[in-house]
């Protein structure tokens, strides 16, 4: 299903592309993004974890990119969002002795599969640098 992980991250990576020698805190971004700290947070340990960025403690502490912007693609982030996109799929398990219900879930797969593929080749063109020069 589709989460906020990708517009969320997506705004942490781009405040940080417009001061890319400043360690950001994590309360001025979550002050950005109105949202509370906490999934800041979260969201930069995975963004730590892929070596993204970078982070020190300490009164002058924050988190900054670790590579450069224009090195970084919108389809990077999408992946490490583990973000699929997906417009569900039905509640109930459907009818196997029905000619759609056998089908309907492999079908819509294939169909997700399809739609994911456009999107990454869309988003693999596109720099961080690029997206955040419109801010």
Request: hydrophobic share 35%.
């Amino acid at each position: 299903m589709i989460s906020g992980k990708f517009a969320i991250t997506l705004h942490i990576l781009t405040l940080m592309s417009k001061s890319p020698d400043e360690f950001l805190s994590s309360e001025y971004i979550a002050g950005s993004m109105n949202i509370n700290p906490v999934l800041v947070r979260k969201e930069i340990g995975n963004l730590k974890k892929h070596g993204i960025v970078e982070s020190r403690e300490g009164k002058f502490g924050g988190t900054k990119l670790a590579k450069s912007a224009e090195n970084i693609s919108l389809e990077d982030i999408f992946n490490m969002t583990f973000e699929n996109v997906t417009l569900g799929y039905s509640k109930n398990d459907p009818n196997p002795a029905c000619p759609v219900g056998k089908k309907i879930n492999q079908n819509l797969d294939t169909l997700y599969n399809d739609i994911n593929n456009k999107i990454c080749n869309q988003l693999k063109n596109i720099s961080l640098l690029k997206f955040s020069e419109d801010f």
